[in-house]
């Protein structure tokens, strides 16, 4: 069965430093989908970053990027110019391609200090 | 933010009330997924839908109910409710191939 690892349970960082949040996964299927989730306090949940593992070039939204080491089954998200309203829990997301059933890891809390 | 929307944000019952949490989308979208939360923990899937008439038990045994009589409309039954069902709840939906599951706000159940 696939199983997600966030090794971080907490993470602070300096506003306007960067930040890197660590994902592992454990999976014998090739083709499946990544995905990291912000999660704020009293919000919803939103996706951040989206990585098809077919894809060899790490995706990147603006100040978010991902290091996609797919042999390694690592899957970490880099955080650039941290902001106040980055602070959130972070989840990082395993799908298979054979079903839309998402596995998630159990969340970094990332805490920005101004 | 997506349109998909939650009732009630928050809801303290007592021990043995039957209850309904709703969940709807104006997406249009097939797939939708209830999840249960506990604070600052990960999520688990509890039920899921691909379409209407179509529901299905997630990874995490629980003891509610759903049911997909319109797209829209995805409630989520608790015959019973009793303290161990304390958790928040948070509904998703999601279209195919862009893939996205889109969060609502998530309903918070206290059972005393």
């Known amino acids: 069965a696939q199983t997600v690892t966030q090794s971080q349970p907490e993470m602070s960082v300096q506003e306007a430093e960067t930040v890197t949040l660590s994902c592992t996964y454990d999976?014998?299927?090739?083709?499946?989908?990544l995905f990291w989730y912000k999660q704020p306090p009293s919000r919803q949940m939103i996706l951040v970053i989206r990585?098809?593992?077919?894809k060899q070039q790490n995706a990147t939204e603006n100040r978010f990027s991902v290091n996609f080491q797919k042999a390694a089954k690592s899957f970490s998200l880099k955080i650039s110019d941290s902001q106040l309203g980055d602070a959130a829990m972070y989840f990082c997301a395993y799908r298979s391609a054979r079903n839309y059933q998402l596995i998630w890891g159990a969340g970094t809390k990332l805490i920005i200090k101004p | 933010e997506a349109d998909i929307y939650q009732t009630p944000r928050y809801l303290v019952i007592g021990t043995g009330k039957k209850i309904t949490l709703e969940c709807s989308q104006t997406?249009?979208?097939?797939?939708m997924y209830w999840y249960q939360q506990d604070p600052g923990m990960e999520l688990h899937l509890i039920h899921y839908s691909y379409g209407v008439n179509s529901t299905e038990k997630g990874d995490l045994s629980s003891e509610s109910t759903v049911s997909r009589i319109r797209t829209e409309h995805f409630p989520l039954t608790l015959e019973s409710a009793r303290p161990s069902h304390t958790s928040q709840y948070l509904c998703a939906s999601s279209v195919p191939l862009v893939d996205t599951q889109y969060f609502g706000p998530g309903t918070r159940l206290t059972v005393l």
């Open positions: 997406m249009g979208h097939d797939k």
């Open positions: 990585q098809e593992a077919y």
């Open positions: 999976t014998s299927e090739s083709d499946y989908y």
